[in-house]
């Protein structure tokens, strides 16, 4: 079979030589890559996966039982918008770079293998967790996160193929040389090097740092570079499933444990083998407050020199009335000398504030869905994120401590605290014997509750994953 | 027009114990220097050094060390730079440092840093203390420059951690200064590959530096440790031993008296108003050690090395708090016959470690007075003791005065230390600068070392002006007074130009692009005008570019 006939594609794949030629060099190792740092199992069974093979409405979404290894990555770009213009910057109203400019091409390249560098990564933090998968349900799930991801690495790496000549094939190549948590070729963000050996964390990272993905695309599809705003635009529709996974995750975790609360008079969840309110709070404070940490400083230089270049925007960058944003201000509680206060600076140095923003609403829904669950199960508990300054470990709050309702605190009532508020190893400890896996079809963990309903309208008992 | 005393001034007298942003350590024949910046204790307010970046305030420690290291553990063959930051070795100057600080500043910042960086060269080079940068991290700009100055470079191998000149792309300035010439000249990068890793604003990592010659090995992580402890095994024993132990570096006494600051050995008296100095240096007393193992016993004290102490003290503050200071005028006091006895102890006590060192230690000062941009005359006056290692200093200045007065007598004198004992940038000594144009003069000269007066001195061609005691005194004012009235930037080329006659070398090289390049840049618009690069760093503008090449 021809190359550019295994690779669904709506780049012309099979008229372009040299990026034919390319992938030709690259697909092996990444198989490789995918051999080595993919999930540990399951390799040659059949899981029941949602295949992109086209950019259309019926086409993004195809649903068949595949071997993982043979799942057609593709590269697809959401069709061209005739015309556009450079929607922000000081290029705004620019028509839209179909070729990187040369003034940009090293941040541009940076920005992508950045982004890039994340999509493996998580891969690789998860390879493990379909050893201890609560159902066959979330067991394919998982693959369809990592086939995704693994998609979303080729979305980079076309990018780098196509547009940044040598550099760019070596930076792809250096995409798979490097490994979550590996100490001579560690992934770039640090958040990225942490492994998730429990689902709960898996949940967290689905819900919490998928979504700072979530929102770092929705700012590259404003990108005055077309080619990269229309790559992550068709991300983002694979995006939503990986939310999905984590919000309804930590969703049933919740279910689970109001209904063992409400089977024992003590309202002991953990006494029944569950996973208890208590420790989803902590969860959900040390998972948000390091996703938090992925959008970088509060005030940036390098966030203010994209938005100015026109590299990177906002989430829906048509929303703002001021596309250039050079006279705006923004104001930033900071902390001085023990009290906090308010620093007003450039709005253009305080994208990644803005970035944040949205993304905290967006959060605050979903743990609203959650709290509604347990209002409706006759329980009396609150799941609350806490503030944007807690447990920080990038941008100005990094190296001071702040309460969950974000009041400044000392070293010694945070060292006093801090347990209060984030797992201990006790904890996590507590959480990790209870992985178990379970993998008959319609089977639960008992610490988990059963989804509302399958896969594309399959039954929960559905067999999502066919052993050879 | 502000004549103020700068209330707050640098100042440069540092001790281990209280360094700030390093950590020294010694084991044996090798040392650690280990960059550990504190963010929040930056030299002036306004800024802080995140990653690992420096300002002046880190850069005088680093200096301190180096000389240390020199002096008091002579017994060390290799010293390995390193950072204790986990993933940045070092982000160079701090960029908000110098987008705030004036012109002046800014220059004098990159001289100094500069002169310690040939510091380490030098200590590589004469004192047999190999440098090892084990770049443990990203090494960007002014991180790289202090990499460039030591002898080998380890970079780590984690496929994120790069060596970078980012300053064209990034900041519009030059990288480091010295960098450019460093990379060409000492590291003899290709130069087109050169011109492409300075614009490449992150840097070439990995196997790309060995190959392009930008570092000397790559070590992974969990290897790099070992890498870094094989490599400065092997530099120092490829080392010949010296000394094991060294002289204590003791703090320098001064006292400020008004506008005269006086140390035990050397004055500096500003007059503000006519905005000159007079720098007076006092000879060796009687008694002074003249063996090399006493000289050893006076340690920091022993009179030339005290006394030159005290001169690159002093032309630091001047460089650094008196920036309105265009003249400086040098004398000396004392008796020429202890001077001469001096000079022929630190001639003959060649060989002995601590009289090497000495000496070098007082060519570096001799080297930071030539690389001084300010006027420099030497007023020879009865009671001057210009001889031998002091004749440097009228040799330094660009020009001299000697008064004939046949009731006063008054003499200077050439001696074999003025052969070579003191090179000046570009390896020349400044004697034979001074004869470039009758071969053979100088080694004469040398031949039968001896005291001139006046009309000898004029006759051989020593001193610029000799003049009688009915002149003298007219003579000097209107020079002097000429002079401060002309324009301070064309004295600064005019001085650069002229003081270094002869064959360039790496490191003339370095200082003559510094002193006129970074002039340059440092002023023009798309550095530092209203959108220039520097100016808009960090902020939400982009700079605009005035595109027309001069």
Redo the contacts between chains.
Sequence with gaps: MQLHEKIPNNVNLSQDKRLLRALEKWLPDYLRWWGEAGPTDYQADEIYLRTAISVDAKGWAHFDYVKMPDYKWGIFLTPPEPDRKIGFG?FYGNPAWQDVPGEFR??LR?IIVTQGDTEPASVEQQRLLCNSAPSMYDCRNLFQVNVEEGRHLWAMVYLLHAYFGRDGREEAE?LL??RSGD????R?LSTFNEPITDWLSFFMFTMFTDRDGKYQLYALAESGFDPLARTTRFMLTEEAHHMFVGETGVGRVVKRACELMKQDPNEDVRGQGGIDLDTVQKYVNFWYSSSLDLFGGEIS?NA??Y???GLKGREHEEQFGDHI??HGTYRIPILDDGKMAEREV????AMNEVLRDAYIDDNQRGVDRWNRMIKESGIDYTITLPSRRFNRTMGIYAGSHFDPQGHPIDAEAWERRKYEWLPKDSDRAYVQQLMQPVLEPGKMANWIGAPDRGVKGQPIDFEYIRRV | METTTNPDPVTFARTPDTYQHWKLAIDGEIARLTMAVQEDKPLRPGYRLKLNSYDLGVDIELYDAVQRLRFEHPGVRCVVIGGANDRVFCAGANINMLATSSHAFKVNFCKFTNETRLAIEDASAHSGQKYLAALNGICAGGGYELALACDEIILVDDGNSAVSLPEVPLLGVLPGTGGLTRLVDKRKVRRDLADVFCTIAEGVKGKRAISWGLVDEIATRSRFADAVSRRAAALAAASPARSKRGIALTPLASSRDGDTIRWEHVALAIERDKRVATLTVAGPASGVPLDAAAARAAGASWWPLQAFREIDEALLHLRHNEDEIGLVLLRTQGDLVTCLAVDRALAEGAGDWFVDEVRFFVARVLRRLDLTARSFFALVEPGSCFAGTLFELALAADRSYMLADNDRPVAIAVTPMNGGAYPMSHGLSRLAVRFQGKPGAAEDLLAAPRAYDPTDAEEAGLVTVVADEIDYDDEVRVAIEERVSLSPDALTGLEASLRFPGAENADSKIFARLSAWQNWVFQRPNAVGERGALTLYGKPERPAFDFRRT
């Design positions: 000081d090293n941040a940076r250096d040389e490097r100490v001579d070729k560690p770039i230089s203010a020199d938005f100015a270049s944003a050079l450039p709005l253009r140095n």
